[in-house]
């Protein structure tokens, strides 16, 4: 069983589109996060969500917002696509705690043209 | 605010010759310490941490790890490597931050290269 998936794994759209990404664990976990990789690997954090609490990364435009229906799942909707967007961005779960390593998603690399 | 630093972007090794890669971090309070790796189009995966007690800490596919608080160091080790360990790799830090969550900063990266 997949610990952390998500869909779709590649998305090609245009400018100005609406996409969303889906997110489930089924790990048990508290916490969950969405990571952005850009095209040098560098690994930027875009949002934090415990028990309901949500943490947003203050650089993150808000065309982005996480929605998650329940503890085991966090989305991304992204609004109004730009050419920046274009990444592969990363789910990722823990147990909540500092301790507690991360499990990541395969990620979903996003193209926008 | 904490913070950590891979100062080579690549790293080259002969196989079978030990390796090294670096890891430097900046933080308040404890810090816990992650190493990941990433595969090509793939997600990263978890080889290991270090939470307290001994300063040497093994983690999977025979890598470990030396916490060296006085030189805010964590680097990755491995006696022998494999072509197989071909890949990038990420040290992390997770401090407590004020109000109780716990978000993990990560270093930049460094690209492991082993030569046949």
């Known amino acids: 069983d997949t610990a952390v998936s998500q869909t779709p794994k590649y998305l090609v759209t245009q400018m100005g589109n609406d996409k969303s990404i889906k997110c489930e664990q089924n790990?048990?976990?508290?916490?969950m996060y969405w990571y952005k990789q850009d095209s040098k690997k560098f690994l930027k954090i875009m949002f934090s969500y415990n028990n309901k609490e949500l943490i947003i990364n203050e650089t993150v435009p808000n065309r982005f917002s996480p929605k998650s229906p329940d503890k085991a799942h966090l989305n991304l909707h992204i609004n109004s696509l730009e050419l920046g967007d274009s990444a592969v961005y990363f789910c990722?779960?823990?147990?909540?705690?500092?301790?507690?390593?991360?499990?990541f998603g395969e990620g979903s690399r996003l193209t926008v043209l | 605010a904490q913070s950590v630093a891979q100062p080579e972007d690549q790293v080259n090794v002969a196989e079978g010759n030990p390796l090294t890669v670096k890891c430097t971090y900046s933080?308040?309070?404890?810090?816990?310490l992650f190493w990941y790796v990433q595969y090509p189009n793939r997600g990263l995966q978890f080889l290991l941490k270090y939470i307290t007690g001994d300063n040497l800490v093994k983690g999977s596919y025979g890598f470990e790890a030396e916490f060296n608080k006085s030189q805010t160091s964590f680097h990755l080790k491995k006696p022998s490597a494999l072509v197989s360990d071909s890949a990038l790799y990420f040290c992390a830090v997770r401090p407590l931050r004020s109000g109780g969550s716990y978000i993990p900063t990560f270093g930049r990266g460094t690209s492991l290269i082993v030569h046949p």
């Open positions: 790990l048990g976990h508290d916490t």
């Open positions: 933080v308040s309070g404890n810090p816990y």
């Open positions: 990722a779960s823990t147990a909540g705690k500092a301790t507690g390593e991360l499990f």
